[in-house]
């Protein structure tokens, strides 16, 4: 069994930064990729990046590339968001996600089998 914890959330001001981590364990931990998503108040839960675990390739929401960077540790089990220039509208609870097969979309809910309990994340004006 895979158990994702993440940490970092926070209140910040609009143009500040936070890092968010998010550390796994499980026997044998290698997923296909690892994934951050967001879910705001009364909206739906949506994908902010990911990043596959062995070759590191990254994909991102349009709305926060150029600010904010997903990056992974595979000797310690880490994933990382590092978000900059934060703004109001990335207020939201932030979940972290492992997706163990292989998908052409990581930016799909459903591609993801594991998923952190979420960390809050508040960007204040």
């Known amino acids: 069994q895979v158990q994702l914890v993440e940490s970092g959330g926070g209140l910040v001001q609009a143009g500040g930064s936070l890092r968010l981590s998010c550390a796994a364990s499980?026997?044998?931990?290698?997923?296909?990729?690892m994934g951050w998503f967001r879910q705001a108040p009364g909206k739906e839960r949506e994908f902010v990046a990911a990043v596959t675990w062995h070759h590191g390739s990254t994909t991102y929401k349009d709305s926060v590339k150029g600010r904010f960077t997903i990056s992974r540790d595979n000797a310690k089990n880490t994933v990382y968001l590092q978000m900059n220039s934060l703004k109001p509208e990335d207020t939201a609870i932030y979940y972290c996600?492992?997706?163990?097969?292989?998908?052409?979309?990581?930016?799909?809910?459903?591609?993801?089998?594991?998923w952190g309990q979420g960390t809050q994340v508040t960007v204040s004006s």
């Open positions: 996600a492992a997706a163990i097969d292989y998908s052409r979309n990581y930016g799909n809910i459903p591609a993801y089998d594991y």
């Open positions: 499980g026997r044998s931990f290698s997923p296909a990729a």
